[in-house]
């Protein structure tokens, strides 16, 4: 299965290993896991992390699940229902990684879904929270409008209006900047892509290393 999934999901793993150092045998937590098929992708490349899904919709888990068993990737996966907003039961300093991917556009407030990331991430453990952009170049514009509107053929207008719905960088900066001032020393970035955007939390000593 994981050979007939789009590039899209390995992407993703790769550039959240690319970004982040996360610590051997840690805790990720993936918020809006869907059928789970990028923490599943992450879980594939890195065989010593653990990974809890939170997702607000049974339906997603039940198919996260079962992707999980199938992958023989369900003894190291456990799946919640819960909100980003507030990550309940999720146990303060626990997490060592966050990742995210095309769900931040559905919260009701990330304002207090990025205070919940904030509250719990352990001092060393960075996030990577990936959605599509609002604000596209012509070049994308035109981009999703022809070749992309052929490749996802009636996804299509789905995948139109959750980029309608998605942030602009400076929005994303907002939110990463209220996170940051609830813990200083936590560096929060927005790297910039031609159809998505990613806040990316790092660890206070790999910020410092990065400079
Ligand atoms: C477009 S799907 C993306 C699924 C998956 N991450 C992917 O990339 O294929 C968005 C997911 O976010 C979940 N979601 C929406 N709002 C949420 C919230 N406030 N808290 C947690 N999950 C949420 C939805 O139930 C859905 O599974």
Known sequence: MFERLGDEYRRFAENVLAALQTKK???VLEIGPGPGWAGLCL???RP????????ASPDMLRAARANAEAQGLGARCEYREGHAETLEGVEAGSVDLVISRDSLHHWDDPAKAFSAIRRVLAPTGGAFIA?????????????????GSITAGPMAKYWKSSLAAAYTPEELREFCALSASERPGREWRVKEGFLDLAAI????HTAAACR
């Not at 959605?131 to 070749?147: E, K, M, P, W």
């Open 25 to 27: 045998g840690g805790q």
């Open 43 to 45: 879980l594939e490349k």
């Open 48 to 55: 010593d992390l653990r990974l809890l899904g939170i997702d």
């Open 131 to 147: 959605d599509g952009r609002r604000d596209l170049s012509l070049g994308a514009r035109l981009f999703v409008g022809t070749i």
């Open 201 to 204: 939390g790092l660890p206070l």
